[in-house]
C-alpha cells in the first residue's frame, strides 16, 4: 500500500499540470512539424517545375537573342538600301549625261521593291520577338505568381516585407526568399528584352545581391538581412530592384507607377 501513496505524492497537481502543458506543446509541435513537412514536399516539386521551366526559359532567351540578331542585321540592311536609293537619286542630277535615264528609273524601283522587302520581313521578325517575349513572361508568371491575398501580395505564397518591419528570423528569411525570387524575374525579363538593367541583378535563391555600378567600385548590395545591422543596406538594395522594374515598365511606356510597390509593378511588367 505504500507504493501507490508514494506515487501519489510524486505526481502532484501542479506537476501533473505541467505535464499536460507540455503533451499540448508537443501535439502542437507536431502538427507544426506536420504542416512544415507537407510545405517541404510543396517546394520541392515547385523546385522540380522552376527545373524544368527555367531550361525552358534558357532555351527561349537564346532564341530571342537569336532573332534580335536576325532583326538588327535586316535593320542595317534596310538602312543601307535607303542610303543607296538616296544616293542614286542624288547621283540621277549630276550623272544624267552620262547614263541613260531609263537605266536609273530601273535601279531605284529594284531599290524600292528591296527596300519594301526588307521592312516586311523586319516587322516580322519584330511580331515573332514579341511573341517568344510574350511566351517567356507568361512562363515567369506561372512559375513565380503574384497573387493578392488577405495578407497582402505574395510570390509563390511568400510575402515581402518592408525592410523596417522585418522581425525575427522566419519574416527575414520569407523576404529573402521573396526578393530571390523578384531578382530571378527581372534578370530574365531584363535579357528577354535585350535591355541592360541598370543595376543587374544575380540570383542566387535567398541570397540572391544587386550590383550598384555607379558605386567606384561597383559594390553588391544583399537582399537579405542575417541581422538587424543589414536593415539599411537590404532597404537600399530594395530600391535598386525597384528601380530596375521601373526601367523596364518604361520600356513600354507605362510611367505611372508607385516605385514602393515592387510586386504589384513586377504583375505588371508581366502582362505588360
Known amino acids: 500500500m505504500a507504493a501507490p501513496e508514494a506515487s501519489a505524492k510524486a505526481y502532484s497537481p501542479a506537476t501533473l499540470a505541467r505535464i499536460c502543458a507540455k503533451e499540448k506543446e508537443l501535439e502542437t509541435g507536431r502538427k507544426e512539424l506536420q504542416v512544415l513537412r507537407a510545405n517541404v514536399e510543396q517546394s520541392v516539386e515547385r523546385a522540380r517545375q522552376v527545373l524544368r521551366l527555367r531550361h525552358e526559359l534558357e532555351q ?6 537569336e532573332r534580335r540578331q536576325l532583326v538588327e542585321q535586316q535593320a542595317r540592311r534596310v538602312e543601307e538600301a535607303s542610303g543607296m536609293s538616296e544616293g542614286s537619286d542624288n547621283q540621277t542630277a549630276a550623272d544624267h549625261k552620262q547614263e541613260d535615264g531609263q537605266d536609273i528609273v530601273q535601279r531605284i ?6 527596300l519594301r522587302q526588307d ?3 523586319l516587322e516580322d521578325l519584330r511580331a515573332m520577338l514579341a511573341r ?3 511566351h517567356v513572361a507568361s512562363v515567369l508568371a506561372f512559375v513565380y505568381p503574384v497573387e493578392l491575398g488577405d495578407d497582402g501580395w505574395t510570390i509563390c505564397g511568400l510575402r515581402l516585407v518592408h525592410a523596417d518591419d522585418i522581425h525575427g528570423w522566419l519574416a527575414s528569411e520569407e523576404t529573402a526568399a521573396a526578393l530571390g525570387m523578384v531578382a530571378v524575374v527581372v534578370d530574365y525579363v531584363a535579357q528577354s528584352m535585350g535591355v541592360p538593367a541598370r543595376y543587374p541583378v544575380i540570383p542566387r535563391g535567398s541570397r540572391s545581391v544587386v550590383v550598384n555600378p555607379g ?7 544583399p537582399l537579405f538581412m542575417l541581422r538587424a545591422g543589414d536593415r539599411p ?4 538594395a530594395i530600391r535598386l530592384v525597384a528601380t530596375d522594374i521601373e526601367q523596364l515598365l518604361g520600356m513600354f511606356g507605362i ?18
Open 233 to 236: 543596406r537590404l532597404r537600399g
Open 132 to 134: 517568344q517575349r510574350a
Open 109 to 114: 524601283k529594284r531599290l524600292a521593291v528591296t
Open 255 to 272: 510611367d505611372d507607377i508607385d516605385r514602393h510597390q515592387i510586386l504589384p509593378n513586377l504583375t505588371q511588367l508581366l502582362l505588360a
Open 119 to 121: 521592312r516586311i520581313i
Open 60 to 65: 527561349q532567351r537564346q532564341r530571342i537573342e
Open 215 to 221: 558605386s567606384t567600385p561597383a559594390q553588391t548590395a
